[in-house]
């Protein structure tokens, strides 16, 4: 049975990696995957009661999971439909390409730890094209953005999908990856940002922000006011769960039930059109729901593994094998820039359960370092950088040649640093 559910687990994997050559959505593999998982331990086993009990105790954990990426990419999206991101773009006004390259490599920073790496990626290269006409010159900065995006999720509990998991896992908390986790993603940004600074020539040709012609609809205290309970939602959700010891996914339905109600309130007296493009219901439909199957997918494929006692083989082989847990979370980073993070942590999370490693173990805070940025390496280990790509047309072997390395450099200054500030303090 091992054997079986590993082959048809590799397959699924290959068929995510490779889900452009064979034009199949990497959501629709998952979830064949997961299932097939769960079918072939399901007829292997003598016991169809222990294991329906073991996958309903699963559902418990994935829903959770499910319903705050769901809760928190709708709000996102309404955030969007009001047009609040202009309230942070229209601040971006330089006409000097080396602090055009700061404020985006910060801006991108920031934004990605309040809201997550992917739309924070698609909010900057959008704005990227109100700044610079040329592409070629535009290619860089949507590289940077990459990086900085990355980093930037990595130090917050909704800033990536992994982060995330592991919070609402429980093997993290957020004041410790905001503690033990912010100046390794700092440095993870600041090499790159240094290097580009000092090859990028002060000739480059950089433009004002043009003026973009906004859909009427929406006036600024309407603009302001859904930001605001927005993002203040969003960063609300940790100190809920502090507060009262719920689960996350109840912190961020809260944010959106009251985001709901005011925005119903808001535009009520507006005709049928308008209300409909501001309201969660058209939220909801934009909201990118093959990826939270894609999520679902692999999280159950993954949970089928542990179930059947294979993540537990494969902790003691890696430990018997490389021995050094530090090494092992290293590998698990650079690896999740050819093989999608989500599986690879959740993996990590099947193979140590918490008995063995508690809550804020240093694996757990490294990992969320380590997965979260190592994407970065490559243009397609992380959704931030199949968005760049897709939305700039960037070729693989552009950003291989270009940004890789930097990226390569970020990633180990920021395991550097960890490991200095685990010597300090």
Known sequence: ??????????????????????????????????????TIYMLYSNDAHAVNHQLQEHLGEMAGIIFFLLG???????????DGFEIITEHIKTDSPRKLLWMVGFITFFLSAVLDNLTTTIVMVSLLRKILRDKKDRLFFAGIIVVAANAGGAWSPIGDVTTTMLWIGGQVTAL????????????????????????????APVIPPLKEIKPKGTTKRERNMVFGLGVGGLMFVPVFKT????????????????????????????????????????????????????????LTAVSALGSAGILTQLSAWLSENIGNQDAIVVSIGLLSAVIDNVPLVAAAMGMYPLEQLPTDHNF???????????????IIGSAAGVAAMGMERIEFFWYLKKISLLALLGYF?????????????
């Open 176 to 203: 410790t990856l905001l503690v033990k986790v912010l100046l390794p993603s700092l440095a993870c940004l600041a090499v790159p940002l240094l290097y580009l600074n000092w090859k990028m020539r002060k000739d």
């Open 243 to 298: 507060l009262t010891h719920l689960p996350p996914f109840m912190g961020i339905l809260l944010v959106l039930g009251v985001l709901w109600a005011v925005t119903e309130i808001l535009h009520h007296q507006k005709n049928v059109e308008e209300k409909g493009r501001l309201s969660v219901v058209h939220a909801l439909q934009k909201a990118d729901a093959a990826s939270v199957l894609f999520f679902l997918g692999i």
């Open 364 to 378: 757990w805070v490294f990992l969320a370092y380590c997965a979260g940025t190592g994407g970065s390496c490559l």
């Open 72 to 82: 928190a990419m709708v709000i996102v999206e309404l955030v969007d439909a009001h």
């Open 1 to 38: 049975m091992e054997i079986l559910l590993a082959l048809v687990f590799i397959l699924g994997y290959a068929a995510i990696a490779l889900e452009h050559p064979i034009n199949v959505n990497k959501a629709a593999s998952a979830l064949i995957t997961g299932v097939l998982c769960w």
């Open 413 to 425: 200054a920021g395991v550097l640093v960890y490991f200095l500030q685990l010597q300090i303090f």
